[in-house]
């Protein structure tokens, strides 16, 4: 998912919109955006893609100076209206939103307790819990009782909220999510909550758009609230972090920066890394659109291999993985991508991915390529194989569907029928990470202890198979309410 909040702009409803516009890769199942004017909130919330949910009219119904957003695909909790974020609820200071983006490991289990204590729970996703939880706090003001709630969770969370004049913004104490700060200067925001106007939001791409400046990453544990009196930070109890590195491999967009990483440049390396790693007799070197696109290049420049685009994507059907629907996913490849006769006639070809996930996609595209008259067909992957499901926010299917849980490269390479297939190793991975980050403060690389490998700074739990964060129980995919 992607969450976006402003405070402090005549127009924050309208760039709280266009902010979702850039964070629509992160979920394309619903929209929602929730204004905040003096203390009273306004809603628009629809299933669908932010272009189609938001209206010039009903954006002229979200009045006032702060506003969130979300947009969201599920990872806990089903895909239905009912659970579009960003929540609201009426609390006993006042109306309150909140949009999540991440996963609560324990949900069931908070969920569970406070049902046999007599919660009512309108929602199936997790991110009520958190709601909940802050009505059984005594403290008196609400973001107290946000702190006593969010002491309480365990697993991925990157929170917006607002309620009365302020929003808050709150990031897990492993930080597995992104969550960035920003601020835009300027006339309109000279009001009564001061002269700046603050932003946060999953990815700066966001912030590019609206010609905000970037100011930080919202630290691992840190709760900022801003009001009128300006901009409070304060920490939960520390702990490792954890930044998901799947963020730089695929999720995130190319042109974001997000853990003081350049994610263009860490896939550049990525494809760099990979073409040392995973060498080609090969002519060509082509992409799969988009998520394949900068770590070819990569490949391309270090391999001295000419680029072509010899698959080209069909921008119209959307990010198909992300559908819930099984039918569609399978439907999907052909819908999306065609190949280039022209380019991959009677060539080598390499073909560069950022992932192989169940599989299905790989053995489609590589029949493609053949079918265009490729006469050898490499498939390289810019990271390590996939081989267990993630329950931190990012949606993978369960064990069983992923490919390398069960068959080693070699048996993968048969069943995608290519001529060959490599995956970027672990320590290739994060060294291009790293290799991204100038203006991170140099510190020691911190390996990871049982597998060297990794960096014990970011979470690679769905390539290792070893949680940061044990498993409470499983979301349950769907209650049936
Ligand atoms: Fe990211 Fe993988 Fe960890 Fe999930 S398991 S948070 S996708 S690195
Ligand atoms: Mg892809």
């Known amino acids: 998912c992607g969450v976006f909040g402003i405070f402090n702009h005549a127009e924050a409803a309208n760039l709280a919109y266009l902010g979702l516009h850039a964070l629509q890769h992160r979920g394309q199942e619903s929209a929602g955006v929730v204004s905040n004017d003096r203390g009273t909130l306004h809603a628009v919330r629809h299933m669908g893609h932010v272009a189609d949910v938001f209206t010039q009219s009903r954006l002229e119904h979200l009045p006032g100076r702060l506003a969130v957003g979300h947009v969201r695909y599920t990872t806990a909790g089903g895909s239905l209206p009912k659970n579009i974020q960003p929540l609201t609820v009426e609390y006993r200071s006042g109306a309150v939103a909140i949009g999540h983006n991440g996963n609560l490991v324990n949900a069931e289990s908070l969920r569970e307790e406070l049902e046999s204590e007599g919660s009512i729970f309108y929602t199936n996703s997790d991110t009520e819990v958190v709601l909940q939880l802050m009505a059984r706090s005594q403290e008196r003001d609400w973001v107290d009782n946000l ?54 939001a999953s990815e700066t791409c966001a912030f590019d758009l609206i010609d905000a400046e970037v100011v930080r990453d919202v630290e691992p544990g840190e709760i900022l609230v801003i009001d009128g009196d300006g901009l409070r930070s304060s920490r939960l109890k520390p702990q490792p972090r954890r930044f998901c590195v799947f963020e730089h491999v695929y999720f995130a967009r190319p042109d974001s920066v ?29 992409p799969v659109p988009d998520s394949g696109v900068v770590a070819a290049l990569g490949f391309a420049k270090e391999a001295d291999l000419p680029f072509e685009m010899g698959l080209i994507r069909n921008h119209y059907v959307g990010r198909t993985f992300i559908e819930p629907k099984e ?17 991959l006639a009677g060539k080598r070809v390499v073909v560069v991915d950022d992932s192989i996930v169940r599989g299905t996609t790989s053995r489609k595209i590589v029949k493609m390529i053949r079918q265009a008259g490729a006469k050898e067909v490499h498939v390289r992957i810019s990271s390590p194989p996939v081989s267990s499901p993630c329950y931190y926010g990012i949606d993978t299917p369960t064990r069983s569907e992923l490919i390398a849980s069960t068959y080693s490269i070699d048996e993968t390479s048969r069943f995608i029928e290519a001529d060959s297939l490599g995956y970027l190793s672990p320590e290739g991975l994060l060294d291009a990470v790293r290799l991204a980050q ?15 490998g990794f960096d014990a700074d970011y979470c690679s739990a769905c390539f290792t198979g070893r949680y940061p964060v044990p498993m409470g129980s499983v979301p349950r995919r769907q209650l049936r309410l």
């Open 327 to 343: 039918s569609i996913r399978h439907f999907g490849v052909k819908l999306k991508l065609n190949a280039l006769p022209n380019l």
């Open 147 to 200: 702190f006593a709630a969010l002491g309480r969770l365990r697993g991925a969370y990157s929170i917006v909220m607002t309620s009365g004049e302020r929003l808050v913004a709150a990031r897990d104490p492993h930080g597995f999510r992104p969550l960035i700060l920003g601020k835009i200067r300027g006339e309109h925001s000279h009001s009564r909550y001061g002269k700046t106007a603050w932003v946060v």
């Open 258 to 286: 997000l853990d003081q990483t350049a994610v263009y440049e860490a896939r550049v390396h990525m494809g760099r890394a990979l073409a040392r790693e995973c060498p080609a007799d090969a002519d060509v070197v082509i």
């Open 438 to 452: 100038p203006e991170r403060p140099k510190r020691p690389v911190l390996a990871d202890e049982e597998d060297p």
